[in-house]
């Protein structure tokens, strides 16, 4: 049977203040997604961009000033349209892949897939991403879309495809190293299994990975939402907040592969890419590396 992959992309830079990651659906494309996606034997079907204002076109949205949101209205806008396209146009025979943009992306894209699918969610990021505008030091909704998804921020990102939730088991997360202190608080009271840097080093990714198989034995899919600075920034050196002490190359890599040995994984985010910070495209090249992976690519 013909493989399928349907791609969007979200050049979205309104949920964070490092311009550049607009461009990262460009850069994984030119990093020949689709020409590789072929070799290995699939059919690539590209939906092209969702449409996001330029941040110099979108002044803030002065009605939400007392929210400390940046581009509230604006990225939830983007949100929607995100989620409408998904719902519209994903080819149910196809793996869906969603590249960003930052991670506010995420808002959208994982709430449409939960709406057609019964899934778990693994959050690979240095970053828990589980800020309000109450905790966040910077405002910046990429560090808000966890919150979000398990029902706790700014009610206009709620509503993103009718106020779909999370349930607490349905997430799991790996390569967390950066969290900010109010933040920790809500993610310890939040119910959700986070795997941080420690616990990898401690017992290995190959027994992180089957705790989290093991979390989503119940679930039939898997939506994985790939921060690109869950990978330690000495080999994906193009992110906007870059921490060191992550996923080694071999590491994340092994994780993609065994969740494809999985069968399980629908679907895909690859968000955080910025050519601007990056050293010759090296970031969007190892993108593409791990969507093979996760999508079979073997050794031999
Ligand atoms: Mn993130």
Redesign the pocket.
């Known amino acids: 049977m013909q493989k399928h992959v349907n791609i969007f992309g979200i050049p979205m830079d309104l949920g964070q203040n490092r311009r550049g990651v607009d461009m990262g659906p460009s850069a994984v494309r030119y990093a020949q997604l689709g020409e590789k996606l072929q070799t290995l034997g699939y059919i690539a079907h590209d939906e092209g961009n969702i449409t996001v204002s330029q941040a110099e076109e979108s002044p803030e949205d002065y009605t939400d000033k007392h929210i400390n949101a940046h581009f509230l209205p604006q990225v939830a806008k983007v949100c929607q349209a995100t989620y409408s396209s998904i719902v519209e146009c994903w080819r149910d025979d196809a793996f869906g892949l969603f590249i960003g943009g ?2 506010s992306v ?1 808002i959208g894209t994982i709430t449409a897939v939960a709406q057609r699918k019964n899934i778990g969610v693994l ?1 690979i ?5 589980m800020n309000t505008p109450e905790t966040s030091p910077s405002g910046n909704i ?2 808000m ?2 919150a979000v998804l398990l029902g706790d921020g700014p009610q206009k990102l709620l509503d993103v495809g009718g106020h779909t939730v999370l349930d607490p088991d349905q997430v799991a997360m790996i390569g967390v190293r950066d969290v900010d202190k109010d933040e920790a608080m809500r993610v310890r009271e939040s119910g959700i299994t986070v795997h941080t840097m420690r616990e990898v080093d401690e017992n290995g990714i190959v027994a992180i990975a089957h705790r989290v198989l093991d979390q989503f034995k119940d679930r039939d899919h898997i939506h994985v ?1 790939l ?1 690109l ?2 990978c330690d920034p000495r080999y994906a050196p193009g992110v906007g ?1 870059p921490v060191f002490g992550g996923l080694s190359y071999r590491e994340a890599h092994l994780l993609m592969e065994l969740l494809a040995d999985s069968g399980k994984v629908c679907s895909m985010d690859v ?2 890419v910025n050519p601007i910070l990056d050293d010759r495209n090296r970031t969007a090249e190892i993108a593409v590396e791990m969507i093979l992976s996760i999508l079979g690519k073997n050794i031999l």
């Open positions: 930052d991670h995420s959050w990021d240095a970053h828990t991403d990429h560090g879309s966890m939402s921060d600075d869950s907040t968000v955080e």
